[in-house]
């Protein structure tokens, strides 16, 4: 019996310890605080690019991971940019295959798949020079400038890829579709790219 009066006391001695420690209202909002703040820091980095809810849907489930990081959140952009457009690529090739393709229609598919080709080598050198530590000063300027020319390369890639299509007389599903799944990468190309303006322009400020 005195060994249950006992339990009842410690367990109701930690329950009041649990109440009185977080009595304070702030307490919850203090927990969920540091996921609150990841995600206001993308969307207020999002709000500088060409298409803020297209960036605020693709970044915002990797608050965890880029925190409030410039480096990372442009890391991130460039990363999903890299996925996005190996994809198309993929989709372009297979779609280049298809029998019956017009000449014009043909001659367009067959330049589609090497500019995005051309964009995905690009993105993947803009990464690859983002891992660089860059130190400060002018190393990381012209590191940065190189990431910057590549990545606006990629995205004229992309652009020149859909201006192949837009002068031909057909609007087939194939044409829409390829069209649709560029101007996709382009988007993404585009937002990454902003944010690591915004990288570039706050690691240059500190310097």
Known sequence: MEGSYRFKAVATLTILLQFTTCMNPSCSAAEANPSETNIQFIKKSCHATTYPRLCMSSLSTYASKIQSSPKILADTALSMSLETSRSAFTTVRKLSKIHGLQPA???????????VGDS???IQRSLKEMEQPGGGGLNFVSLMNDVETWVSAALTDDDTCMDAFAGLATDGKVHRMIRRRILHVAQMTSNALALINIYASTRTALS
């Open 105 to 115: 229609e043909a001659a367009a598919m067959s330049d589609c798949v090497e500019l």
């Open 120 to 122: 995905v080598d690009e």
